[in-house]
């Protein structure tokens, strides 16, 4: 047993706690508590949680609440709760229950007294959980849309400028349904920047100068277009929604670097946001581990967010376990270089895993149980050949979610 991949899940861990939503609501409520009677509203892969911090920090001020959450990341307390409305939605690609989500949080502010406060407790999976269609659109077109998107290679805020385009309430639009009711909008980041106008698609938050579409198949750019035209133009006197980050990738790298600290380890937390294909990533983040990375052995720490264009007829996997792989190919034979690497939400791809932690001995592993792990690299199908390999990390839902970790030892 390698004894640096304890080291490398101990500090995954740590990062994960410190980012958590129940933990990060809780405290921001010890800071700012909203005046009088609170009606909450979360939606997330995080919501569940978030709302669990909402529960503990407001008590009685919390009158009811809309939670909107990932099939399979709820929260069976929370439902036994007679304040709470929970709803099961779907990701990564929207379907019925989306629409039908859109539907009960529209009508969930119109049922909010006037003079009530709304709490929105908002993360990332948000733009494929909720959704309120322009006239005409329909869900096969949305599903189209997402699919081609999902597949496309396109970066996070290229592709919820996209999402924004072909929503009633996303870009802030959801600000033309509060009415009078004052409202506040904490937030977990799972975007570059944390712009609250980029997260969950910026419900509440429109942006500060909208970007032009990315170049999109005629096909899909004649629909974006008819629905943007659709819209109804926002009223200047909407109401501007104040909004907090509480948790960002940056504070689960310093957590990461901090629980390393605790190891006796030394550390190097780098900057750079990983972005790009996770195959030529993966490739060459071992490369460095393995040659300039020797110059300061210890823990490395990398957050980000690549990408994967996915190959006609794809197989299992996620980026994370994509990146992993294709590190695990440079790191072959290599006996001093571990790396892991994991989407902080719990889950990678359509996969019960949240990415992988690979070394030296990976690639011989899968190979020998009969598997081929360039053909799986080509087919963007890891994920049966890191599970056979024993190198799959599964934490199940996380109650939190601020993009992917990258972290190494080198020893």
Same mark, same amino acid.
């Given at each position: 047993?390698?004894?640096?991949?304890?080291?490398?899940?101990?500090?995954?861990?740590?990062?994960?706690?410190?980012?958590?939503?129940?933990?990060?609501?809780?405290?921001?409520?010890?800071?700012?508590?909203?005046?009088?009677?609170?009606?909450?509203?979360?939606?997330?892969?995080?919501?569940?949680?978030?709302?669990?911090?909402?529960?503990?920090?407001?008590?009685?001020?919390?009158?009811?609440?809309?939670?909107?959450?990932?099939?399979?990341?709820?929260?069976?307390?929370?439902?036994?709760?007679?304040?709470?409305?929970?709803?099961?939605?779907?990701?990564?690609?929207?379907?019925?229950?989306?629409?039908?989500?859109?539907?009960?949080?529209?009508?969930?502010?119109?049922?909010?007294?006037?003079?009530?406060?709304?709490?929105?407790?908002?993360?990332?999976?948000?733009?494929?959980?909720?959704?309120?269609?322009?006239?005409?659109?329909?869900?096969?077109?949305?599903?189209?849309?997402?699919?081609?998107?999902?597949?496309?290679?396109?970066?996070?805020?290229?592709?919820?400028?996209?999402?924004?385009?072909?929503?009633?309430?996303?870009?802030?639009?959801?600000?033309?349904?509060?009415?009078?009711?004052?409202?506040?909008?904490?937030?977990?980041?799972?975007?570059?920047?944390?712009?609250?106008?980029?997260?969950?698609?910026?419900?509440?938050?429109?942006?500060?100068?909208?970007?032009? /579409? +990315?170049?999109? &198949?005629?096909?899909?750019?004649?629909?974006? $277009?008819? @629905?943007? #035209? *659709?819209?109804?133009?926002? !009223?200047?006197?909407?109401?501007?929604?104040?909004?907090?980050?509480?948790?960002?990738?940056?504070?689960?790298?310093?957590?990461?670097?901090?629980?390393?600290?605790?190891?006796?380890?030394?550390?190097?937390?780098?900057?750079?946001?990983?972005?790009?294909?996770?195959?030529?990533?993966?490739?060459?983040?071992?490369?460095?581990?393995?040659?300039?990375?020797?110059?300061?052995?210890?823990?490395?720490?990398?957050?980000?967010?690549?990408?994967?264009? /996915? +190959?006609?007829? &794809?197989?299992?996997?996620?980026?994370?376990? $994509?990146? @992993?792989? #294709? *590190?695990?190919?440079?790191? !072959?034979?290599?006996?001093?270089?571990?790396?892991?690497?994991?989407g902080t939400d719990g889950s990678d791809g359509v996969t019960s895993a949240t990415g992988a932690l690979v070394d030296g001995g990976t690639w011989e592993r899968i190979r020998a149980h009969g598997l081929d792990p360039d053909q799986a690299l080509s087919t963007a199908n890891a994920h049966p050949c890191l599970q056979a390999s024993g190198d799959l990390l599964e934490t199940g839902p996380t109650g939190t979610n601020v993009m992917d970790l990258v972290?190494?030892?080198?020893?």
């Open positions: 047993m390698n004894p640096h991949r304890d080291v490398l899940l101990h500090c995954f861990r740590e990062a994960l706690e410190a980012v958590n939503g129940e933990e990060v609501v809780r405290r921001q409520l010890v800071i700012n508590k909203p005046k009088g009677a609170v009606h909450a509203v979360a939606i997330g892969k995080a919501a569940a949680a978030m709302a669990q911090g909402a529960r503990a920090g407001l008590g009685g001020k919390l009158k009811r609440a809309l939670v909107i959450t990932r099939h399979g990341h709820g929260d069976e307390a929370l439902s036994r709760d007679g304040r709470f409305l929970c709803l099961e939605s779907d990701h990564p690609l929207p379907g019925e229950a989306s629409l039908a989500a859109g539907g009960r949080l529209l009508a969930f502010i119109e049922e909010t007294p006037p003079d009530a406060c709304l709490l929105f407790l908002i993360s990332g999976g948000t733009s494929s959980l909720v959704e309120a269609l322009p006239e005409g659109m329909t869900l096969a077109d949305l599903q189209r849309l997402n699919g081609w998107l999902l597949g496309s290679g396109l970066d996070i805020q290229a592709m919820n400028r996209v999402r924004s385009g072909f929503s009633r309430i996303k870009a802030g639009r959801l600000r033309e349904y509060l009415g009078p009711r004052p409202a506040e909008v904490w937030l977990i980041s799972d975007v570059p920047g944390n712009d609250p106008a980029v997260i969950g698609s910026g419900l509440l938050t429109p942006p500060r100068e909208p970007s032009p /579409l +990315p170049t999109l &198949p005629a096909g899909l750019s004649e629909m974006v $277009h008819r @629905a943007m #035209a *659709a819209h109804a133009t926002p !009223s200047p006197s909407a109401p501007s929604v104040p909004a907090r980050v509480l948790a960002t990738l940056e504070d689960a790298c310093r957590a990461a670097g901090d629980a390393a600290r605790q190891r006796h380890c030394p550390v190097t937390v780098h900057g750079e946001f990983l972005k790009g294909e996770a195959a030529e990533r993966g490739a060459a983040l071992a490369h460095w581990l393995m040659h300039e990375g020797r110059a300061t052995p210890g823990v490395h720490v990398w957050g980000g967010e690549t990408t994967v264009t /996915l +190959p006609e007829n &794809p197989g299992q996997g996620g980026r994370n376990q $994509h990146l @992993a792989l #294709a *590190a695990a190919r440079v790191l !072959s034979g290599c006996p001093y270089v571990t790396l892991l690497a994991a972290i190494a030892h080198i020893s």
